[in-house]
């Protein structure tokens, strides 16, 4: 009877200890809250995209200070459509820069697909006016980043030739043309962001 009396001392003990640290933790959560802000406090673990939100939620809270209360958003309020409940829309992996770019060196060819959340862009068939009307190319970008960067580009040019009553691929790479096609929208894109 004894050492079940001493393991529920210790067992009491423990809890109101666990309990006071508990809130002292919050408590120093608090103080750091309001000297560095919720969303840049240093002991608040939240990943990059609960960053970008809650600085949002800041900028739109017209720099009141934000607690934990404002940051959360439920399932079922969204659903119901609750007028105060954050939520963020489509999230676009496509790079704006790259995608005006792109858009801009390709303008004088008639494009058939541009999938700005996928990042695609495609031309229609392309003809030259002066050459054999017996070749045709189709150029396509794909933008595979989210940053201006100069891997963030994926450029392919396919070419057909008639034959007979068909169109069928020339199967030759355009390396080159590809190569200076990209460039030409990593350039492009540098002038748009100055």
Do not use: H
Not at 65 to 73: A, D, I, Q, S
Not at 177 to 187: A, D, G, P, S, W
């Amino acid at each position: 009877m004894k050492n079940l009396f001493t393991k529920l001392i210790i067992t009491f003990s423990f809890v109101v200890f666990v309990s006071c640290n508990g809130s002292q933790k919050e408590a120093n959560l608090k103080e750091l809250d309001e000297l560095y802000g919720y969303c840049d406090n240093p002991q608040r673990n939240i990943t990059k995209r609960e960053y970008e939100i809650c600085k949002a939620k800041e900028r739109a809270n017209f720099g009141e200070p934000l607690t934990t209360e404002k940051l959360t958003t439920s399932l079922v309020d969204l659903i119901r459509g609750d007028q105060n409940a954050t939520y963020m829309g489509n999230y676009n992996p496509t790079n704006a820069l790259l995608w005006r770019a792109s858009l801009k060196v390709l303008s004088p060819f008639p494009i058939k697909i541009a999938d700005n959340n996928g990042g695609y862009i495609e031309t229609d068939w392309i003809v030259e006016d002066n050459t054999n009307q017996e070749t045709r190319c189709q150029v396509k970008v794909i933008i595979t980043s989210s940053e201006l960067v100069s891997n963030g580009i994926e450029t392919k040019i396919n070419c057909q030739d008639y034959v007979g009553q068909n169109w069928i691929s020339d199967q030759k790479n355009y390396v080159t043309e590809e190569k200076n096609l990209t460039i030409k929208i990593l350039q492009s894109a540098q002038e748009l962001e100055q």
